[in-house]
């Protein structure tokens, strides 16, 4: 019988056919989508996040465990929807406006579904009212904001004032991207700042849990 350890083995050694066959003997085992995802891949994807952390890994092996931990979310998202289980927080997250890059985005992205939390991906490009419409629509808990030009780094600042002008309760905002710093991130009113997917697994989970 397949245990969940396995799959989390599975999961951060990024082999897609294992974790999906391993997923599925969970299921028919008698385990529950939920403990499935909490127990099983939830720790794989945060052994590849501290991986990551440690430049033992890199965005390729990265890449290959959130596809593998994707594949199995496939099989387990409807069960989830059907049981009536829902992610407890939502999070949004998009490149700022005027900036086209999205490497480092999806990565945070697969990483943040990986751990659990209901992702709205906008994309890249995205305006302050965007972020701001999204955050509504879906009751988000949190906004991630990346960039990777520092000629969008206004575009950064201005979609932190929308966001924090606004009041929503208890909304987090968090920035990243390679010309992003913890003292800019600090000047901007950020919440936080991640200099990796890695730690931005850290800081959304230490941010949301805390004002939970």
């Given at each position: 019988m397949a245990e969940l350890t396995e799959l989390t083995s599975a999961v951060a050694a990024g082999k897609r056919?294992?974790?999906i066959r391993i997923t599925?003997?969970?299921l028919a085992a008698g385990h529950s989508p939920q403990l499935i995802v909490e127990q099983g891949l939830v720790p794989g994807m945060a052994i590849v996040g501290d991986q990551f952390k440690r430049n033992e890994i890199f965005v390729p092996e990265m890449l290959i465990a959130a596809r593998a931990m994707k594949e199995?979310?496939?099989l387990l998202e409807p069960l989830l929807v059907a049981a009536g289980i829902k992610?407890?927080?939502t999070v949004i997250i998009g490149t700022v406006q005027g900036d086209l890059h999205d490497i480092g985005k999806n990565l945070v992205s697969m990483m943040w579904r990986g751990s659990g939390f209901a992702v709205v991906d906008l994309g890249t490009n995205v305006s302050p009212e965007r972020y701001l419409a999204a955050a509504q629509e879906h009751k988000a808990h949190l906004v991630g904001l990346s960039a990777l030009l520092t000629t969008t780094m206004p575009a950064m600042k201005e979609t932190v004032r929308v966001l924090k002008a606004a009041s929503l309760p208890n909304l987090k905002v968090v920035v990243g991207g390679a010309p992003i710093t913890q003292q800019f991130?600090?000047?901007i009113g950020a919440d936080g700042y991640a200099a990796d997917a890695g730690t931005a697994v850290e800081l959304a989970t230490r941010l949301l849990?805390?004002?939970a």
């Open positions: 056919v294992d974790t599925q003997e969970l199995a979310l496939k992610p407890k927080y991130a600090d000047e849990e805390s004002a």
